[in-house]
Each structure stands twice: as structure tokens, then as C-alpha cells.
């Protein structure tokens, strides 16, 4: 692998250290890839080994992560976030159901349907209408009897 070849792979591994919105999240998502990618890097080169490589990435990776800001570069959230995300939207989905502002199913998916009904909620509640499924929606919901 050349160096040009290297360096790209690099820099596209350690932009994708941006992923989550605290340091945790972002310098555990960054140690992975950073490991990941230096255990290639490590391996093509042939000069430094697949461990220290390894290490090496892991190392770069974390610290990116870590101290970047989700205000400068955030890829949104981490893998391991995604079923949890599903499932509190499924959770929104039915108390607007109850509530009469959603006919869909509760599968966990936003769509346009479920971007309606949370509008359509948020304007009566004077929340700021964003249409988005958040953590804050939730809580209001969950404060207001709508959720379980």
C-alpha cells in the first residue's frame, strides 16, 4: 500500500471518530475505528506490524475522538445507540396513537406520518415544532401520561 493510498484511508478513518455527541461516545467510536484502521495499515505496510498498528489507530482515533466537538464534524450516533433510538420512537409513536394524532403502526421508524403527528402535538403543547422524535419529546410525552 502506498503512502498517498495510506494517508487517505487515515483521514477518512479518523473524520469517521465524529460519530456521538459526548466524548465518551466520540473517543469510543474513534478507538475502534482507529484500531481497526491501523491493524490495515499496519498489516500492508509491513513495517510496523498488525498489533502495533493497532494500537497506534486506537490510540489516534480515541484521542480525536475525544477532544473533537460535535459542533465542528458529528456523524450522528453510534451504532450501539440505533436500537435504543428505534425503540423510544416506537414508544413515541404509541402515545400519539393514544393520543389520536398518529393512525400508523408503532414500528419504530420515522416517516412522514409520525413527523405529522409529532408537529401536529408539539403546536399544541407550544413545544418548539420541530417534527423530530427526540429524547426531550419523550419526557414531555412520558410527563404527560402519553407514554409508558
Partial sequence: MNLRKTAVLLIATLSLAACGSTPGERGLTGAGIGAATGAVIG????????????????????????????????????????????ARVARIQTGLRRMGYYRGRADGLSGPQ??????R??????????????????RHMRAHGATG
Fill in 121 to 138: 402535538y408539539q403546536r399544541i403543547y407550544r413545544l418548539p415544532v420541530t417534527g423530530q422524535p427526540s429524547y426531550r419529546l419523550y
Fill in 114 to 119: 409520525t413527523a405529522r403527528a409529532i408537529r
Fill in 43 to 86: 498489516l500492508a505496510s509491513g513495517g510496523i506490524g498488525v498489533l502495533a498498528g493497532a494500537v497506534i489507530g486506537a490510540a489516534a482515533g480515541g484521542s480525536i475522538g475525544a477532544f473533537s466537538s460535535p459542533d465542528h464534524i458529528n456523524l450522528g450516533k453510534p451504532f450501539w445507540r440505533w436500537g435504543r433510538q428505534r
